[in-house]
């Protein structure tokens, strides 16, 4: 099981079940603020992002359903 805070209100966001394969990332809804929370369901290390964090660090390629981190620049 997987739970813990809204990155948004700091909300009580549910219990989610881990699956058998992870990390697995999908869009939840706060049950506090209604505002959609990326989240990474892990047995390791669970977390929720803003929709626009997470998009800062991922890459979602919704044709592939694909979920990529972002490359780094050494810049």
Excluded: H
């Excluded at 990332?25 to 990474?40: A, H, L, N, P």
């Excluded at 390791?44 to 972002?70: C, H, N, Q, Y």
Aim: charged share 25%; with cysteine.
């Amino acid at each position: 099981m997987n739970f813990g805070a809204c990155p948004y209100c700091d909300g009580f966001m549910g219990m989610f079940v881990t699956p058998d394969n992870t990390p697995v990332y999908t869009i939840v809804q706060c049950e506090s603020c209604g505002r959609d929370v990326w989240y990474k369901l892990s047995r390791i290390d669970p977390m929720a992002w803003t929709v626009e964090g997470f998009l800062e660090e991922f890459d979602v390629d919704e044709d592939s359903m694909t979920i990529r981190p972002k490359e780094v620049s050494n810049d």
